[in-house]
């Protein structure tokens, strides 16, 4: 059985992006009697190691984990910003040991003002790259997502030839179910045109990635009451069944539409509904 984790950040809306956050994150995985929660860099209140240590401690003495830690990315930024980036994540993989923590997301950059998509994706691959050699030598791992706010790498190819250039083995791919483009969550998508209905290009990413990824992103939206509507979850469980994935499946909500559901709610209803298509033969 897949463990799963909430994203923290899912919920910021209530609790701001402080440390607070976690702490409710953490509250509602014991309460679900899930595996734990997935943090970001922009929650911690300091990179002092005794708050990092008793943070993990607090986390932990609920009976949950701490899973991976994401580095912000604006983009809508230029490239310019690679190197600060760069700089941020490798102060993040020197502290990350405090929370115990081995995993680390790190998500591509827009394609921004007159920069080419080519001319991106290699500033990126650069990027991931610096980032993977300082990461390996301290027992990290790094997690490519794939992003679409006009950014690379936001198709399936995009990713497998990022995987593919890339030379590291603290290299990973986590998979957003809601990130490729073809997803009416993501930047650029023409909701008057395709009526809220994800495109078939999204699940052909997802068909691609799903045998290459290490953990997934399962993105909720709830823009309309029941079920997700926007992302068929029965299809993409049964791509990632079928690539035999067995990762930690992270749940992030993001508020969509007329749906207005409580965040705190709205991660209850994905883990129960997620929970459910997994145990199903």
């Given at each position: ?116 998509q080519e001319f991106t994706f290699n500033a990126v ?61 993501s930047g650029g998508f023409d909701h008057s045109l ?34 997700e509507q926007w992302l068929d979850y029965p299809r ?46």
């Amino acid at each position: 059985m897949n463990p799963i984790y909430l994203q923290a950040l899912s919920l910021n809306s209530i609790h701001g992006n402080t440390d607070g956050t976690i702490h409710a994150a953490a509250d509602l995985a014991a309460e679900l009697g899930i595996a734990g929660v997935d943090i970001e860099d922009r929650l911690l209140a300091s990179y002092e190691p005794s708050y990092l240590q008793e943070l993990a401690h607090s986390i932990e003495s609920r009976g949950v984990q701490l899973g991976y830690c994401g580095l912000i990315v604006n983009f809508q930024s230029p490239i310019t910003v690679v190197q600060s980036e760069i700089e941020s994540a490798i102060e993040l993989i020197k502290v990350l040991p405090h929370l115990g923590i081995s995993k680390m997301r790190v998500a591509g950059n827009g394609v921004v003002g007159s920069q080419t998509q080519e001319f991106t994706f290699n500033a990126v691959k650069n990027k991931v790259q610096t980032i993977c050699d300082h990461a390996a030598d301290a027992g990290i791992d790094v997690y490519l997502h794939n992003h679409n706010h006009g950014s690379v790498p936001s198709t399936g190819a995009q990713i497998v030839r990022m995987l593919d250039e890339v030379n590291s083995p603290a290299l990973k791919h986590v998979l957003d179910t809601g990130q490729f483009q073809g997803s009416p969550g993501s930047g650029g998508f023409d909701h008057s045109l395709h009526a809220n209905q994800a495109q078939t290009e999204l699940y052909e990413s997802i068909e691609t990635c799903a045998p290459l990824a290490s953990m997934v992103r399962a993105k909720f939206y709830f823009a309309e009451p029941g079920d997700e509507q926007w992302l068929d979850y029965p299809r993409i469980v049964r791509t990632l069944k079928n690539a035999d994935f067995e990762g930690p499946i992270s749940i992030v909500y993001e508020n969509k539409g007329d749906g207005n559901r409580p965040a705190d709610e709205a991660l209850s209803d994905a883990a129960d509904y997620l929970n459910k298509l997994l145990n199903e033969e």
